[in-house]
Nanobody, 125 residues
Framework: QVQLVESGGGPVQVGGSLTLSCAAS????????MGWFRQEPGREREGVAT???????RYADSVKGRFTISKDSAKNILYLLMNSLKLEDSAMYYC???????????????????WGQGTQVSVSS
């Protein structure tokens, strides 16, 4: 059972930067693909960025060129560096992990087995 704990959210102004972290713990030693998702109240959860066990990365079009996902495999920590933040980036951000087999990195929430509790990002003008 994977446990995921996000941190790093908070208030930030438009154009600012923020880095989210996700500490993962799993005694099984399995390989997972991991991703960041976000959700605003009343809206569906959407994929933001993902990185698989081989290091392949995929971003949502809305964050390409602004967000960077990375992983410290030695420490089991997933990061999301968010630059040039916009008002529409405000949301609860979730870290997730999955252990299924896909040919390409997936940003579909149903493809992920494990979820963190989320960390709030609030962008203001």
């Amino acid at each position: 059972q994977v446990q995921l704990v996000e941190s790093g959210g908070g208030p930030v102004q438009v154009g600012g930067s923020l880095t989210l972290s996700c500490a993962a713990s799993d005694p099984s030693g399995k390989s997972y693909y991991m991703g960041w998702f976000r959700q605003e109240p009343g809206r569906e959860r959407e994929g933001v960025a993902t990185i698989d066990s081989h290091g392949s990365i995929r971003y949502a079009d809305s964050v390409k060129g602004r967000f960077t996902i990375s992983k410290d495999s030695a420490k089991n920590i997933l990061y999301l560096l968010m630059n040039s933040l916009k008002l529409e980036d405000s949301a609860m951000y979730y870290c997730a992990a999955g252990d299924r087999q896909f040919w390409t990195p997936t940003l579909r929430p149903p493809d992920y087995n494990y979820w963190g509790q989320g960390t709030q990002v609030s962008v203001s003008s």
